[in-house]
């Protein structure tokens, strides 16, 4: 096991789409690499004793839209809530969860 990979956290990540409608997979940007996910709870992993930035954003082939921008720092809660907007349009919120 290489130094860089004992040195590492996690956090969890838990995403929410609305109740109505039909919504595309979220897209999850942790420190610059892109991960396609589906909705529900995920841990990621993230290096140790630096913030760690993170943007989701909902692609359906025509416009990103349901963006949201934050950063994960070590003193930090380790749960956190993303949910879509209502409509295909406009951001989505986080929250950090206790």
């Given at each position: ?32 690499q ?51 907007p ?13």
């Amino acid at each position: 096991m290489t130094p860089a990979a004992a040195s590492t956290r996690r956090f969890e990540l838990t995403l929410h789409k609305p109740l109505l409608g039909w919504f595309p997979k979220p897209t999850v940007v942790v420190n610059g690499q892109a991960q396609p996910t589906q909705w529900g709870t995920r841990n990621w992993k993230v290096p140790e004793g630096i913030p760690a930035n993170v943007n989701i954003f909902l692609y359906n082939r025509m416009w990103k839209f349901g963006g949201v921008e934050f950063t994960v720092d070590a003193n930090d809660g380790q749960k956190f809530l993303y949910r879509a907007p209502w409509l295909p349009l406009g951001p989505g919120k986080i929250r950090c969860i206790p």
